[in-house]
């Protein structure tokens, strides 16, 4: 059963906090979710797939107690067994970022002839183009498939498979779509089913980029990957071993006091900060390889 750990803070406090989880080595991998309920009051949601343990539970203290001081504590709760992102997303729009239209079942008549279109239904999985960092990386794509030829790519940390099939719906191109919970990459594949680009989209359960499908399929035109910046940094020279010459990379995930952190850490492998997006808080970054 899915488990929640909230607590919350000012604005200030709270980024700080999404940072300082991003760079705990026990906590790093989760997902979490940053939104202002009311003025300067900022919630800081992390979600565990099942109870989080007595060093799950100690981490998320020592944040807190690191950031806020020792009387903030996260609450933890479980979520009722029911499909509760697909709740989450019961009436929201559809998204508009760049060419793209992301949206329901309910909103297929609001697809305008022009419109890449990507149709994704409530599921488990994170990614539906309404959180920023993800409306942001539609953006960054757009652009880049613009700008270049892209003829394969690697979306990183895929959720439900959204990224992968812009790429692909855009540029005609085969992606590879990884994430660590196997629920995601099978979310992934349903949706690239629904879009009419199973074909094109090869869903991997993997940590990291150490598999063998990653130099098989690679090197990447593009690589595309919102996660958080700890595992980002982490990743910088294995996606750089797996970036093709004048290749592109967006990452996200990011808040914007972690920009400084991010570019160190990709121009050390040798790539050129191209551009940069901020929305509802959050950063998304490009970045080129020379050719």
């Known amino acids: 059963m899915t488990h929640t750990a909230t607590l919350v803070a000012s604005e200030q406090e709270a980024r700080a906090l999404v940072d300082r989880i991003g760079e705990d080595a026990i906590l790093y991998e989760r997902s979490v979710d940053l939104s202002e309920i009311d ?4 919630q800081v949601l992390v979600y565990f797939e099942e109870a989080p343990g007595a ?6 203290a020592t944040a807190a107690a690191g950031i806020i001081g020792t009387k903030a504590a996260f609450a933890i709760a479980a979520l009722p067994d029911q499909n509760w992102v697909a709740r989450s997303l019961e009436g929201l729009k559809p998204v ?12 297929r008549a609001r697809v305008r002839e022009n419109d890449i ?3 994704v239904e409530a599921g488990e999985a994170f990614g539906t183009g309404h959180h920023g960092t993800t409306a942001a990386c539609l953006i960054a794509i757009d652009r ?15 959720g439900t498979g959204v990224l992968a099939i ?3 719906r855009a540029a005609k191109a085969p992606v590879v779509a990884s994430d660590i919970d196997a629920v995601a990459t099978r979310i992934a594949e349903e949706n690239a089913r629904l879009n009419g680009v199973a074909g094109l989209v090869h869903a991997v ?6 598999k063998s499908v990653f130099a098989d399929a690679g090197p990447f035109d593009l690589i595309v990957a919102n996660i958080l910046a700890g595992p980002l940094v982490m990743l910088a020279p294995a996606i750089r071993r797996h970036l093709a010459p004048g290749g592109t990379v967006i990452l996200s995930g990011l808040l914007v006091s972690q920009r400084a952190r991010i570019v160190a850490a990709y121009r050390a492998q040798g790539l050129r900060l191209a551009g940069g997006i901020e929305r509802e ?3 998304t970054l490009t970045f080129r390889r020379a050719s």
């Open 166 to 168: 812009a790429i692909t």
């Open 55 to 60: 060093a799950e539970r100690k981490a998320l």
């Open 205 to 210: 359960t993997a940590p990291g980029l150490s």
């Open 96 to 107: 508009r970022a760049g060419r793209f239209l992301v949206h329901g079942r309910h909103d």
């Open 144 to 158: 880049v498939l613009r700008s270049r030829p892209v003829r394969n790519a690697l979306d990183l940390g895929t």
């Open 117 to 119: 279109a990507i149709e």
């Open 281 to 283: 808080g959050w950063l």
């Open 39 to 42: 003025p300067d009051h900022w």
